[in-house]
Structures are given as C-alpha cells and as structure tokens.
C-alpha cells in the first residue's frame, strides 16, 4: 500500500509539471557561462547507456568568446577548447584554485592556440609552454618571436596566470619522474637469461609432461600439461 500511494504521489506531480510546461506559460532556465565557472566536458562518444555523458574532470572557464566557444583549464594547467553546448555546469563547492602541475600529461598532438594551425616549419615552429603544453607559433605572438628562445618558456596565459618559476620547476620535476617510469625495463641483462626465455618462447603451445611430487604418498607422478608463455 505504501509503495501504490508513492507511485500515485509521483504520478500527479508529473501531471502537474506536463500541465505547467504545455500551459504555454513555462520558461526553460537558461544559463550564462562566465569566466571563472566551473564546468563538466560531454563525452565525445558514449560506448553505452550506462556511460555518463559527462566526463568526470572539473575544468574552469578562462574565456568565453562571441561564437560560443569556452577556453577551458584544468586544475593541471592544460588549456581545452570546447563548444558550450558540450558543457555542464558544476555546482559543487570548490574554493582551492591553485593549480597542481604534477596532474598535467603532455597531450597528444598539438595545434597553435592563436590560428589553430598545426603546421610547424622552420621559419614559423609552434613553441610547447613548459607549463601547460599548449602550443603557439613563434608569428602568432604578440610581439612575434625571431627564434625559438633558450630555456623555459611560458606561454602568454601563463604568463597571465602569474605562473611561478615554483610551479615550474614543479612541473619539470614530474616530468623526470614520468620519464624514468616510462623508461623500458631490462629484464633479462646476461646472456643465459636470455637463452633461457628463448627456449620458453619455442615451448609456447606444446605438450609437455613433467613429474610432481604428491603431497600424500610422496612418491613422484607424472602430470601433462600446455605450455603457455605469457612474455616479459
């Protein structure tokens, strides 16, 4: 009884709303991105209908611009570009706004953040920021660049940012420690180690029979098995 008087409850509140959006008075809330808003990213495609369509990573709006594009950062200093149509609002609390470079990853591939161009030649090569990997050619600068300059270099919304060489230094840091994990591992440094995952390497699929000493009678009995080498 009380699970039928719930679904009834429900069902009235639903006429009421359907009766109040179809009444021709009903308004749908529209939102207004501002800088300094904090956002959810759509999934660009969704493998189920369980998958949530929005990504988990919190990013915060840094520009809005007039064709509805919102230049978005993560707490890792990466800088996004994404149409506000494939954003949410977030309405979470969130008052730590510094950024952590140790959460950054180099992206993939790499366009000029000015002109959108991936083109990078000699005369004109787009410069990686240090900090948050976005890219920018040397021309597209304000003042342009004559060359690619020595050191460190931060990009302008960095620079804007008031990007320390702290948070730099912290960022190059992780970078190193990233590397070494990275680095391929040697296992098998002499020769006889090598020989011998050589010889497990032919065996791989065979039928092998191979003696076990049982545990009750303690007497040696044979057992045939597959051999399946599973690598390094």
Request: proline share 7%.
């Amino acid at each position: 009884p009380e699970a039928m008087e719930n679904l009834l409850i429900a069902q009235h509140r639903d006429s009421l709303r359907y009766a109040h959006i179809r009444s021709g008075d009903y308004t749908p809330k529209r939102f207004k991105f501002e800088v300094g808003d904090f956002v959810y990213t759509q999934h660009s495609n969704q493998h189920s209908g369980l998958q949530p369509q929005a990504k988990p990573a919190i990013l915060r709006i840094k520009e809005v611009r007039p064709s509805g594009r919102l230049i978005l950062q993560g707490k890792c200093g990466s800088i996004l570009d994404r149409h506000m149509s494939q954003c949410a609002p977030c309405h979470l609390p969130i008052n730590d706004l510094a950024l952590d470079a140790s959460l950054a990853l180099k992206p993939v591939g790499t366009m000029c953040e000015q002109c959108s161009g991936k083109e990078s030649t000699a005369e004109d090569p787009i410069l990686l920021c240090d900090f948050c990997d976005a890219g920018w050619h040397i021309k597209c600068l304000d003042p342009p660049l004559a060359g690619v300059p020595e050191g460190n270099w931060l990009c302008p919304r960095c620079v804007l940012d008031g990007i320390t060489q702290t948070q730099l230094q912290a960022k190059s840091a992780h970078r190193s420690v990233v590397k070494q994990l990275r680095a391929p591992v040697n296992l098998y440094p002499d020769k006889k180690m090598r020989q011998r995952d050589a010889a497990a390497q032919q065996l791989h699929g065979k039928l092998v029979l191979q003696n076990f000493l049982d545990p009750v009678t303690k007497r040696l009995r044979p057992y045939w098995g597959r051999v399946h080498y599973v690598g390094e």
